[in-house]
């Protein structure tokens, strides 16, 4: 009996829809390049709970008529190609014929389009592939594509859906990167009959304001250079403007948006030793180059592409962003030329000139005569290679069992020094800092090494996820609110985490347009944080918390805003203060181990501290 058979069309759809309709954004994406591709000005998105019931974009483009209209969901139906060739000379957006085919295969979708020279226009109505019903309508030229209950058919697929914060801000994510691409387009979007976004056509410059933030404005360095292989344009960020988190970051070949790791590592080593460690710059670069020297007919989603002669282009694109960070007398430059330097007398202090009778010396001063007091002395017993150990010490991997000993608790640790071992003054155990990194104790059968940035970052972390879960966050309010604006795909997250932000003691207001007046902030947050720095990690902390908002999402934002917050590396702390942070870090149930997994204390035995000396 033969088993092999061909599958209904509706099925075959179906498979060929997961390779294109991944999600919501993906029919947002596509929608909106048929709108550019039909030479619309604007367009118009309109969407309901996150493009689960409703995805409609509406467009003035060139529109379609009946035949046309009906034909367009076929299976690789398109009037991009007539044959393979084609597929290199490219000059639209869309191609394969796959896009509506796939929307149509999950959802239910209806088109209203006119041309502009008809009188009348068509209504299509279409459900998992099936033509429900097709009339003439009367409507404005250019196409109206209505997309309602996404993956109704597939309830597998709307099953893994994310939360609604996380598919709006991948929607947003598309809406951008077709928005930077063609800022001649005037595009509107508008989610649960709220105005999201409103963008008005105006220069590259002028739609990355639009999207981002006015204060983006004075860090974008021009580039420019044309020559056979591509004309490059678009904005590198100035290095004072480099993030930690959320770098915005994007390439854009013949108007389409596109991802190229290597061109990336060409930008990335541009700001080579002008940027801090961990940053990353933010860059906005167009690439027009001849079509028939790409192959995007990669995969269906086309951000991936491929270019002739990457090498030198690659060559070219850090050259042009060299010579516009060196304009920006970003990279310093040194003369090392001193052969026509002018010579400069050395000048000399009174009674101490060649040949002068030299100042008296004081045989018997010594500063250091007075004795240190005693619980000093163990500092000038510490050897200089000290600090190495103890970094070597802590971030080993083997840590805590190395050396086949089993680390005591810090109570243990502190428990049984007599009297004669504390200071007369306190009766406690002394502590010193070693390298402004490492707090030194006197420990029982050894000495007690601690991380002093990991340890502030324990108390912090416990403080601030109690303040969330009990809802008692103190806010300390600003007589003059700071302003902050995020983006378009970073606002659903920071609206989402608005309740939890408010119990850790922030009071953020709206102001519209992803603007927000910084009202209050946590009581014992330090005035030098970056306001807006911290607010794209919790962005980041949400977008990372895939299940939405819970428990979990309480322990990311403690843990960022505890990492905003806790000691640096290399200050310098007094004896007091190091006393309060040892004792809040033993109060702590969990004093060994950061909320991340970073051990924070370690023993170093008597005999091991022997053979260091």
Not at 177 to 194: G, I, K
Not at 420 to 435: A, C, I, M, N
Not at 499 to 507: A, I, K, W
Request: charged share 20%; glycine share 6%.
């Amino acid at each position: 009996m033969d088993i092999i058979h061909l599958l209904p069309d509706s099925v075959a759809n179906q498979i060929a829809a997961g390779e294109v309709v991944q999600r919501p954004a993906s029919v947002v994406k596509e929608l909106l390049e048929n709108s550019i591709d039909a030479h619309a000005t604007q367009i118009q998105i309109v969407l309901r709970e996150a493009g689960r019931e409703l995805i409609q974009v509406i467009d003035n483009g060139i529109g379609m008529s009946p035949t046309d209209a009906r034909m367009a969901f076929e299976k690789h139906a398109t009037s991009k190609i007539e044959q393979a060739a084609d597929l290199f000379d490219l000059h639209t957006m869309g191609f394969r014929g796959e896009a509506l085919a796939s929307v149509a295969a999950v959802a239910e979708v209806e088109l209203r389009t006119r041309r502009r020279e008809d009188e009348a226009g068509v209504l299509i109505a279409l459900a998992g592939s099936q033509l429900q019903r097709q009339e003439p309508c009367a409507c404005p030229a250019g196409a109206n594509f209505q997309v309602r209950n996404l993956f109704y058919n597939v309830p597998a697929r709307r099953k893994f859906l994310k939360s609604n914060q996380t598919e709006l801000s991948n929607i947003m994510q598309e809406i951008q990167h077709v928005a930077l691409a063609h800022p001649q387009v005037e595009m509107t979007v508008t989610h649960n009959d709220v105005m999201v976004l409103q963008l008005t056509p105006g220069t590259y410059k002028q739609r990355i304001v639009q999207l981002f933030s006015k204060g983006l404005s004075q860090q974008l360095l021009p580039i420019q250079v044309e020559n056979d292989l591509m004309n490059i344009s678009g904005f590198v960020g100035a290095p004072e403007g480099a993030r930690k988190k959320g770098a915005l970051q994007f390439f854009f070949v013949n108007g389409r948006f596109m991802k190229h790791p290597y061109f990336h590592k060409a930008v990335l080593e541009c700001y080579q030793d002008l940027i801090p460690e961990g940053t990353q710059p933010n860059y906005f670069i167009y690439l027009l180059v001849d079509p028939q020297s790409i192959d995007v007919n990669i995969h269906p989603t086309k951000t991936e592409i491929k270019f002739e002669n990457e090498s030198a282009r690659w060559h070219i694109l850090m050259a042009t962003i060299r010579e516009a960070l060196g304009k920006y007398n970003a990279v310093p430059t040194i003369d090392f030329d001193q052969a026509d330097a002018p010579e400069v007398e050395p000048q000399y202090l009174p009674n101490n000139k060649p040949g002068s009778e030299p100042r008296p010396r004081f045989e018997d001063y010594n500063p250091f005569r007075q004795q240190p007091p005693a619980h000093w002395e163990s500092l000038y017993d510490l050897p200089s290679r000290m600090d190495g150990m103890l970094s070597s010490r802590l971030d080993s991997p083997s840590f805590p069992a190395d050396e086949g000993m089993e680390l005591p608790s810090a109570m243990d640790l502190l428990s049984g020094l007599s009297d004669d071992e504390k200071p007369q003054s306190t009766r406690r155990v002394p502590y010193l800092q070693v390298g402004n990194r490492y707090i030194v104790g006197n420990a029982r059968g050894g000495m007690m090494l601690i991380d002093q940035h990991r340890a502030h970052l324990c108390i912090l972390y416990d403080r601030y996820h109690h303040q969330i879960s009990n809802r008692q966050g103190l806010t300390q309010h600003e007589l003059f609110p700071e302003m902050i604006e995020v983006s378009p795909a970073d606002e659903p997250h920071l609206q989402a985490i608005l309740p939890e932000l408010g119990y850790l003691g922030f009071e953020l207001d709206n102001l519209g347009g992803g603007t927000y007046a910084v009202n209050g902030k946590p009581a014992s947050l330090d005035s030098s944080v970056n306001i807006h720095e911290l607010m794209l990690q919790m962005i980041e902390a949400a977008r990372e918390e895939v299940h939405g908002v819970g428990e979990e999402l309480d322990r990311r934002l403690a843990l960022r805003l505890a990492k905003a917050q806790a000691i640096p590396y290399g200050r310098q702390i007094g004896e007091e203060e190091m006393q309060q942070l040892v004792d809040s870090l033993l109060a702590l149930p969990d004093h060994q181990m950061t909320p991340d997994g970073h051990p924070v204390m370690t023993l170093v035995p008597n005999d091991v501290l022997a053979s260091q000396l």
